[in-house]
């Protein structure tokens, strides 16, 4: 089936610890974005990348890193300087070249131990 | 600055109801606006997609208004069911010379109940 993984579904983290959340897509999309979901609020920006080897912070990249060396692959490290990593973070792909329709992963739970 | 705000923040339901979700915006310039559904849990799954010329587009049960002049929208689901329990986020879409930009709402969480 095509579509986006994301691993793990939930991850803890300890005091001044780097996190990786993987994400993997097999849509042969070109871009790739990591949001923040927070309760009640709308989804953040966090890094997108629209082809490979090429990536752009988003909204609120301070704290996160991403890399982006195979199409397929877009993993995100939460890093220590995150101060308030709790969320839900969320994976998404589309085609570029018209259309904004995003298909999204499944998800982590990032929570800080 | 660019903004969407969802009305209301949660609602609960009977199934077999309807019911309908605001969204007002004021993203600048429209490029379109699409609504997601959002299991617990689970990434938002794309219902419906309104551009500029579009005033009302059907999915099922799931009905979307565009109101360009008054920037705002509105999905309304018809006689709901136990599986429409969700979270509702409506996402606009500005043109943006480097590619689209996008900005979403808080999102509208439905319950429904037997």
């Known amino acids: 089936d095509g579509g986006i993984t994301q691993s793990p579904k939930y991850l803890f983290r300890k005091e001044g610890q780097n996190v990786t959340l993987s994400c993997e897509q097999n849509?042969?999309?070109?871009?790739m974005y990591w949001y923040r979901q927070d309760p009640g609020q709308g989804l953040r920006l966090i890094y997108y990348?629209?082809?490979?080897?090429?990536?752009q912070k988003g909204d609120i990249a301070e704290g996160y890193s991403v890399s982006r060396e195979k199409k397929e692959s877009f993993p995100l490290t939460v890093t220590s300087a995150q101060k308030n990593p709790t969320a839900f973070y969320l994976c998404?792909?589309?085609?570029?070249?018209?259309?904004?329709?995003?298909?999204f992963g499944s998800g982590t739970q990032l929570s800080v131990l | 600055k660019n903004q969407v705000e969802q009305s209301p923040q949660s609602l609960i339901i009977l199934e077999g109801k309807n019911c309908t979700l605001q969204?007002?915006?004021?993203?600048?310039?429209?490029?379109?606006l699409r609504w997601y559904k959002q299991d617990t849990g689970r990434g938002p799954v794309s219902l419906t997609i309104?551009?500029?010329?579009?005033n009302t587009k059907s999915n099922g049960r799931y009905t979307a208004t565009l109101d360009a002049d008054t920037k705002q929208s509105s999905l309304h689901i018809t006689a709901s069911q136990l599986s429409d329990s969700a979270s509702y986020i409506c996402?606009?879409?500005?043109?943006?010379?480097?590619?689209?930009?996008?900005?979403f709402g808080g999102g509208t969480r439905v319950l429904v109940k037997p």
């Open positions: 998404a792909s589309r085609t570029t070249g018209g259309g904004e329709k995003l298909f």
């Open positions: 849509l042969n999309h070109d871009a």
């Open positions: 990348s629209q082809i490979v080897n090429d990536f």
């Open positions: 969204c007002n915006y004021t993203v600048s310039p429209f490029s379109n």
């Open positions: 309104m551009t500029f010329s579009e």
């Open positions: 996402v606009v879409s500005a043109i943006k010379a480097a590619g689209n930009k996008l900005t």
